[in-house]
């Protein structure tokens, strides 16, 4: 079984991406899952600050196995209103993550992935990629931290690990869990210096257990403070 949860804020307060379309890139997210890995499980937590319509609800109910609507969640909503991008990315993933445990039997081989909302697995996508991935994290290639060498040094992260698509073995979800709160906890230590969730991955995912791609075949819109712009992986 391979899972995929896909955290998302599609009416944010940040990003230059248009509310209409951050909605309809959100299809294609989907469209692109169920084309890839047809037989995958897709769960959805979307934050959209003041909710969506019931239609457009419906909408994406339609297309994804479970949607957890997290836009009457004060603590997701605490994070949006205060542009904290990467703390409110990992308490949604959470709450997929938890939700799965609860609703899925995860005691069988099989992966989850977390994709990013807006982004897209392409035609290239393949699982055959993962047949060999059992007990590792899947991560695209590091690359360097952005941040001042000096900072760099104290907070140990010299790299980054890109987590617009990534993934663990089933059977690490627990551990995987242990991780996100540990990468909280990083985060907030860091929090001057807006240490972020890509800062955390690198410093907190066991080097042995991490294998890294040159090629994740995914690509898709990212939207900064100031811009958006398209990425290919």
């Not at 695209?140 to 040094?153: G, N, V």
């Amino acid at each position: 079984m391979n899972v995929f949860i896909v955290p998302s804020c599609i009416r944010s307060l940040i990003g230059k991406i248009p509310f209409e379309d951050r909605y309809r890139l959100t299809f294609d997210t989907f469209s692109s899952i169920r084309k890839q890995v047809p037989d995958s499980v897709i769960i959805f937590c979307d934050s959209s600050i003041d909710g969506l319509s019931v239609e457009q609800k419906d909408e994406i109910a339609q297309k994804v196995d479970y949607y957890l609507d997290c836009s009457n969640d004060p603590t997701a909503q605490e994070f949006n209103q205060r542009g904290l991008k990467s703390f409110g990315e990992i308490y949604l993933l959470k709450k997929g993550i938890e939700f799965a445990k609860l609703e899925l039997d995860l005691n069988q081989p099989g992966r989850m992935f977390k994709l990013g909302g807006r982004y897209i697995l392409l035609d290239g996508f393949t699982m055959d990629d993962y047949k060999d991935a059992e007990g590792k994290y899947t991560f695209r290639r590091r690359t360097k931290s952005w941040m001042d060498e000096s900072l760099q040094r104290e907070y140990n992260s010299p790299y980054i690990l890109e987590t617009l698509l990534y993934s663990w073995s089933l059977s690490m979800t627990d551990e995987y869990l242990e991780i996100l709160d540990k990468n909280v906890d990083y985060m907030i230590r860091g929090s001057m210096h807006r240490f972020d969730t890509e800062h955390a991955h690198f410093f907190n995912i066991p080097k042995d257990k991490l294998l890294e791609f040159d090629k994740l075949n995914a690509g898709g819109h990212v939207a900064g403070y100031t811009s958006s712009y398209y990425v290919s992986q």
